[in-house]
């Protein structure tokens, strides 16, 4: 059981914009920035939002990160199929002292 | 450039305890944060602890009676140990950099536990 809420599936057709939630608690995303992973088959995650917001360098501006209260979300616009990944939220919890990750949701490009 | 690489056995046995090393390059495991985060085959991250600059430590409620990692500073490398090892420890095991927003990764090792 995940700390962070993440619904485990979401889809959408070329071109379309889908959003991933992310749902906590005030002692994590309340208080804390939000980060978002992308995970290809076999591969290591890699960051592609941090700080609620911020796009590391080499990352689509399609992509594009937002938090409102204990939520968060990652949005993906003009979908592409090189988008289908699983992807994870991940913040500090200031309770647990340490970082809690949400259990990650599978995007299908239709 | 900031590189991590884990090493350690591939297949452990029931009731074992698993070791793995993590190598940094690019970076000083004197600075920062640097945790192991693990995957079982199909499923999601799953956090198991970290150790940061002062040597201070803080583990996975779900784990932490099982685990301890330390960290070489003169070898830059921190480690995993994970005693009692069973079925459900199956898993690929990842060396993190960071607090939550893990800007390294290592390209994570497969540890399968059977006997």
């Known amino acids: 059981q995940s700390v962070l809420t993440q619904p485990p599936s979401a889809s959408g057709t070329p071109g379309q914009r889908v959003t991933i939630s992310c749902s906590g608690s005030n002692s994590n995303i309340g208080r804390n920035t939000v980060n978002w992973y992308q995970q290809l088959p076999g591969m290591a995650p890699k960051v592609f939002i941090h700080s609620d917001n911020q796009r590391p360098s080499g990352v689509p501006d399609r992509f594009s990160g937002s938090k409102s209260g204990t939520s968060a979300s990652l949005a993906i616009s003009g979908l592409q199929s090189g988008d289908e990944a699983d992807y994870y939220c991940a913040t500090w919890d200031d309770s647990l002292n340490g970082p809690v990750l949400g259990g990650g949701t599978k995007l299908t490009v239709l | 450039q900031v590189q991590l690489q884990e090493s350690g056995p591939g297949l452990v046995k029931p009731s074992e305890t698993l070791s793995l090393t993590c190598t940094v390059s690019g970076a000083s495991t004197s600075t920062y944060y640097w945790n192991w985060i693990r995957q079982p085959p199909g499923k999601g991250l799953e956090w198991i602890g970290y150790i940061y600059y002062s040597g201070g430590t803080n583990y996975n409620p779900s784990l932490k009676s099982r685990v301890t990692i330390s960290v070489d500073t003169s070898k830059n490398q921190f480690s995993l140990n994970l005693n009692s090892m069973t079925a459900a420890d199956t898993a690929v095991y990842y060396c993190?950099?960071?607090?939550?927003?893990?800007?390294?990764w290592g390209q994570g090792t497969l540890v399968t536990v059977s006997s």
């Open positions: 993190a950099r960071g607090k939550s927003y893990f800007s390294y």
